[in-house]
């Protein structure tokens, strides 16, 4: 800002920081990190729930580190435990 007079929104928009908070992207995330991992959806089904932290871990990746972490954390647990 300080070197390009830009405004914090544009920066923000140009260097990918915006922390996607849209449920229904969020929720497409998930939906295609428990698809690619069906076998670990069944384990963690079948109590090995030390396997959240991995879920949580994909999507994150999957999203580049810019999703709200405690809206993955929600919608995560729902899709699991649902």
Request: proline share 2%; no cysteine; charged share 30%.
């Amino acid at each position: 800002m300080v070197e390009t007079g830009e405004s914090p929104d544009k920066i923000i928009e140009e260097k990918g920081l915006r922390q996607v908070s849209d449920t229904g992207e969020i929720e497409a995330m998930i939906d295609t990190v428990l698809a690619e991992n069906t076998d670990k959806v069944e384990e963690y089904r079948g109590g090995k729930d030390k396997l959240f932290g991995f879920f949580v871990g994909q999507v994150m990746k999957a999203s580049k580190g810019q999703a709200n972490p405690g809206m993955v954390n929600q919608l995560l647990k729902a899709k699991l435990d649902g």
